[in-house]
Every structure is written in structure tokens, then in C-alpha cells.
């Protein structure tokens, strides 16, 4: 040993008398502070109990989505839209519907932006309307009528939390592979079970792509909404096209376009030719070949996902063997 150089050993660990050690699963002795294990069992029980009031509640109907009342309204008016106004409430309508409580109809005009933003709208079109019962003057706008809600999309975010809470126990007192095992396998199968609706859903809309009228369209006016950026600072600018065009039964809709559109911002005047849906003048596209296109990639995408999420399952499952 070179001169000078002193080592200088630490003497070994010894519980003193009367004090408390940590565990070796990671929870710390009485009196201590919760380990990992402890921490984690203590968020999915908390998760846990949340999502069976959740569910308790929906059983008993009294879930905010339950009391909201879901009805059908119907767009009387379309009024000019503003060059340069903001997205949110760009299109001006005026909306009808009765009101279950007083029988009454009711009338609005303008969308204030609560709720959906309507993206397209003609005289006669049906959108679903929502307001809490008796109060219709709170109502929210949607672009199609809502089914009613039983209100468990609360309790399933619980449900998700605690069981990613379990998974992470799982894979710290354990092994580490449950963590794929736990997280991959459950997103699989859904993605599995979801994959015949998304063929379906493809062969649909090839379908009705193939059913398009094509009909003239002009570019009327573009929305403009600005906002800053907290991180940054810096100046976002978002710019939304609006397309005007008529049907061939004579129906005037006019909705937003967002894609296939060049050089967005200097679009207003522009001639477009808009191929549409005859059922449903909200579905168009301006280039059906770039969405026919876009539709495969889908479900592609859908099925690789599919796939690495299985194999990472069965690579968790061999490492545990």
C-alpha cells in the first residue's frame, strides 16, 4: 500500500436496539415511512374505492351523465359567416328544439362554443343538443344527437389507475417482466377486439366513397384563431377554412375544411370541387383518392400495433418462465 494512503473501512450495518430496519420488500418498519409496495397498494385501494362508488352511483342513476338531459335539436337558420372571425362559434345558427320538462320549444342562436364546435351545418340539419335538467339555457351542442350515458367513464379511468397501480406492484415485488406481461397484454386483445370494426368501418367508408357526388364548392372564408404558447411564448395561429356548396336535392351546407386544401390562408374565393355523401353532406372530401389512401393506412397501423403489443406480452410471459 502506498504511503500515506489510508483506507478506511465502514463498519458493517447493525440494527440498534429499539430501531426499525426497512423490510426487504421495500415497506419500511413500524413507525417508518410507506415503501414503495405500501404507496402503491395504498393508490390502487384509493382507485379501487373510487370506481365502485362510481359504479354505485350509475346503478342508482344519479351520475351527472344521467341527469343530463340528451335530446335532438334542429338548425333553422344558417346565417354569413365572418372572414377572419375564430373557429369556435364561426358558423352562426340558430337551433330549435322542445324541452322535455315544460313542452316548450326552445330557440338559439349562435354556438356560444360549449360543447362541440359545429363543423358543418344546413337548414333542417339534426345535432344533439345537452343541457342539465330544467336548466336548457346551460345547453352544449354536439354534431350528431348523444345516446344516453350511464355515467361510467369515470369509474373506468379509476378502474384503469388502480390496475396500473397493481401491475407496477406486481412488477417491483416480483419481476419486472409483469410490467409487460400486465401492460401490453390487456391493450392486445383490445386492440384485437377492435380490429374487426375497424375493417368494417373501412369497407364502409370505401363504400360511401364510392357513392360521392361531386358537386361545385368556393372557399367563402377563413377562421383565424391566435393563442400563445404558456411554455414558450411564442404565437400559435390556427387557420380554418370554410367551404359553401349545394347539393344536388338543393340542401346549402356550409362546414369547415381542414385537409386537401393548399395554402390554407390565402384560400378565400377559391373554386373546389367537394365530393360529398348524398345521406350526410358532413362527410366530404376534396380529394377522395388521398382518403382512400389514408383509410388503408389505418387499419395497417391499427394491426401493427396489434402485433407489437402481443409480442411484447409473449416476450414478458418467456422471460418469466
Known sequence: ?????????????????????????????????VGWDGFLLLWSGAWGAVALVGAARSLAGVTKAQRTVRLAGRIERVGEVRHGASRIGGIPVTVAWRDPDTGREVVVQGDDGRGETLTAAWAGREIGVSHPGGRPDEHRFANAPEPPSRGLAGPAGALFAGYAGLVALAAIRWAWPWALVGGAGPWALSGLLYLPGTV??????????????????????????????????????????????????????????????????????????????????????????????????????????????????????????
Open 1 to 33: 500500500m502506498p504511503a500515506g494512503l489510508q483506507v478506511r473501512r465502514a463498519p458493517a450495518c447493525q440494527g440498534r436496539p429499539g430501531g426499525h430496519s426497512a423490510d426487504k420488500d421495500g415497506t419500511a418498519g413500524r413507525g417508518g415511512r
Open 200 to 321: 368494417r368501418d373501412r369497407r364502409g367508408k370505401r363504400a360511401r366513397l364510392a357513392a360521392m357526388d361531386a358537386v361545385p364548392g368556393r372557399i367563402v372564408a377563413v377562421f383565424r384563431d391566435v393563442r400563445v404558447d404558456e411554455d414558450d411564448g411564442s404565437t400559435i395561429t390556427t387557420l380554418t377554412p370554410v367551404v359553401a356548396f349545394t347539393t344536388r336535392d338543393g340542401t346549402a351546407v356550409t362546414a369547415h375544411c381542414t385537409a386537401h386544401l393548399a395554402d390554407p390562408g390565402r384560400a378565400r374565393g377559391r373554386e373546389v370541387t367537394v365530393h360529398h355523401t348524398p345521406a350526410d353532406p358532413a362527410e366530404f372530401t376534396l380529394d377522395p383518392a388521398a382518403d382512400r389512401r389514408s383509410w388503408g393506412w389505418d387499419v395497417a397501423v391499427h394491426a401493427a400495433a396489434v402485433l407489437v403489443l402481443a409480442a411484447t406480452a409473449v416476450v414478458g410471459v418467456a422471460l418469466l418462465g
